[in-house]
């Protein structure tokens, strides 16, 4: 029996031979996208950050890998131990189209974005009432009512009430921005995860449920070097961006002037880039450093970086997708039957280049069995 995610019917909807090469013929790229990994880890850390301090681990039985409880079977007191054990875990091997400073940038910006969520809705003002509801439901004709040979599968991040209310919540990232006139938001009413989890939450019999958009702007700061007067100020005091840093001092490169400076952050090594005039010096960030400034910047602007809005459809919305779904499945049935597939150009450099770019530019045909380089086989 086939299966439809909100992944693979958008996949679909943006290019059949996208679907096809990735549904189909099992084929991923080797290295991740920044957007998808990110994505990934944000949605991850926003889960581990959802569980109950001091509550069996229930994911690794106890193996001494477990990235949440470390092999105790039990999730720790502080859960943002777990959080970053699990990107200690994620980031512990470097791609090698990515430097050192690249690979510790992304996972300082996943640890305090989280950290500045978590103060910017320390009251979420709802009530949870399920967290994680992985659903598989018949896919159904809209003529007739009879079941098909598909199902509908994913995975609600939670349900939760909030007076009279009851919504879904749906964590996102994005690199557009979400001020409150941002045609993101217009996007979202289109959204197939969001229409797929509303219409899944109909069949699952919850009713007349909307859906809550928790959106992250992802940051588009990097690690800067601070000007001499600032490195100086620093090294004097040890406070950044509001933050108290342990510091391991040492002399400048020309020795003589005798002026101390700061040799590593944190236990972390400092760049030190020398003046021109004698003692002078500026330090860049370290990623901590970088953190602290990003964490200050998230607490002056939060809604740069953070948003939510409500997205509700009705009963005509759910059954406009229901043909949707219905049209998605016999396109992609008779295209398989046949195996005429077409290519949508439109979608080959679309807000980001697609990974197959290369096979169909290059009409490099890609037969059942074939794994080409920098791709891996998966299942459906």
């Known amino acids: 029996m086939n299966t439809l995610s909100a992944t693979s019917i958008a996949t679909f909807k943006a290019c059949p031979y996208r679907y096809y090469y990735r549904?189909?013929?099992?084929?991923?790229?080797?290295?991740?996208?920044?957007?998808?990994?990110?994505?990934?880890?944000?949605?991850?850390?926003?889960?581990?950050?959802?569980?109950?301090?001091?509550?069996?681990?229930?994911?690794?039985?106890?193996?001494?890998?477990?990235?949440?409880?470390?092999?105790?079977?039990?999730?720790?007191?502080?859960?943002?131990?777990?959080?970053?054990?699990?990107?200690?875990?994620?980031?512990?091997?470097?791609?090698?189209?990515?430097?050192?400073?690249?690979?510790?940038?992304?996972?300082?910006?996943?640890?305090?974005?989280?950290?500045?969520?978590?103060?910017?809705?320390?009251?979420?003002?709802?009530?949870?009432?399920?967290?994680?509801?992985?659903?598989?439901?018949?896919?159904?004709?809209?003529?007739?009512?009879?079941k098909l040979a598909a199902e509908l599968i994913g995975k609600i991040d939670r349900t939760f009430s909030a007076g009279d209310n009851r919504f879904i919540h749906e964590y996102k990232s994005t690199s557009k921005g979400i001020e409150p006139d941002s045609t993101y938001w217009n996007r979202l009413t289109l959204d197939t995860q969001t229409r797929l989890y509303t219409y899944a939450a109909r069949v699952l019999g919850l009713g007349q449920i909307g859906v809550l958009y928790d959106v992250w702007h992802k940051p588009k700061s990097a690690p800067k070097m601070l000007t001499q007067a600032d490195s100086k100020l620093f090294g004097e005091t040890s406070e950044y961006c509001g933050e108290k840093f342990m510091l391991l001092m040492g002399t400048t490169p020309d020795a003589e002037t005798g002026i101390q400076i700061p040799c590593a952050v944190n236990g972390h090594p400092c760049e030190i880039e020398p003046g021109k005039k004698p003692g002078t010096f500026a330090i860049r960030e370290t990623p901590e450093m970088y953190g602290a400034r990003l964490l200050q910047d998230i607490t002056t602007r939060p809604e740069y970086y953070f948003a939510r809005k409500e997205i509700a459809h009705n009963d005509a919305d759910i059954k406009a997708f229901e043909w949707e779904l219905f049209n998605i499945y016999q396109s992609i049935r008779l295209m398989g039957r046949n195996n005429t597939w077409f290519r949508n150009e439109a979608s080959c450099e679309a807000t980001y280049s697609c990974p197959y770019l290369n096979f169909c530019y290059n009409n490099i045909e890609i037969k059942p069995g074939d794994v080409p380089d920098s791709f891996r086989k998966v299942g459906d």
């Open 23 to 146: 549904y189909v013929l099992g084929l991923v790229p080797i290295i991740e996208t920044d957007a998808t990994r990110m994505g990934s880890n944000w949605h991850r850390i926003q889960e581990i950050a959802n569980m109950v301090p001091n509550s069996p681990c229930g994911e690794c039985k106890n193996s001494l890998t477990c990235s949440l409880c470390a092999g105790t079977g039990t999730l720790p007191a502080d859960i943002m131990d777990a959080v970053i054990r699990h990107l200690n875990q994620a980031y512990a091997i470097m791609p090698v189209n990515k430097t050192v400073e690249e690979w510790e940038t992304e996972r300082t910006i996943l640890l305090y974005s989280l950290i500045g969520y978590q103060w910017l809705y320390q009251d979420p003002g709802y009530t949870v009432e399920k967290l994680e509801q992985k659903f598989r439901v018949p896919l159904v004709s809209p003529m007739s009512g009879r």
